[in-house]
């Protein structure tokens, strides 16, 4: 089994400390609702608490290998796409996974893109509340 199927397998069963063991400690993810990554293993790992209780019905669909630049260093890694179906708030999402790998086969990049546009902003909320709630970022200041 590869690192793509072992983190498809880990996700499905929704599994934090074995997603622990595919990343390197400098992993970046590239989230479609925030310019800046979220770098470093103990961040991404708390995201991925967060999403995985945030998503409904998360299920990959499908899965292609190959090559890619990654956006880290611009070189050339191995990488997969992972194409996944879900639900948040009720909003149906689309999207895809793009893990990028090193030289041992742990993911050090991984960006996600999802659709509709209506989706992301729902995903976006959703995914704030529970960084917040987890102490992973601070709440907005009151804009009153």
Known sequence: ??????????????????????????????????????????????????????????????????????????????SEVLLFRTTVGGKQIHGIDLLHFDDDGRIKEFTVMVRPQSAVHTLGEAVLAGLIADGLVPAPADQS
Not at 2 to 7: H, I, K, L, M, T
Not at 10 to 21: F, G, M, N, P, T
Not at 28 to 37: A, E, W
Not at 46 to 68: D, H, K, P, S, W
Request: avoid cysteine; charged fraction near 25%; charge should be negative.
């Open 1 to 78: 089994m590869n690192a793509a199927e072992r983190f498809r397998a880990a996700v499905d069963r929704r599994d934090l400390a074995a997603l622990d063991d595919l990343f390197t400690d400098d992993v970046r993810l590239y989230s479609p609702v925030k310019f800046q990554p979220f770098e470093g293993k103990p961040m991404v790992l708390g995201l991925f608490g967060v999403l995985l209780r945030t998503f409904e019905n998360f299920r990959y669909i499908g899965q292609y290998a190959g090559t890619a630049e990654t956006s880290t260093d611009g070189t050339t890694s191995p």
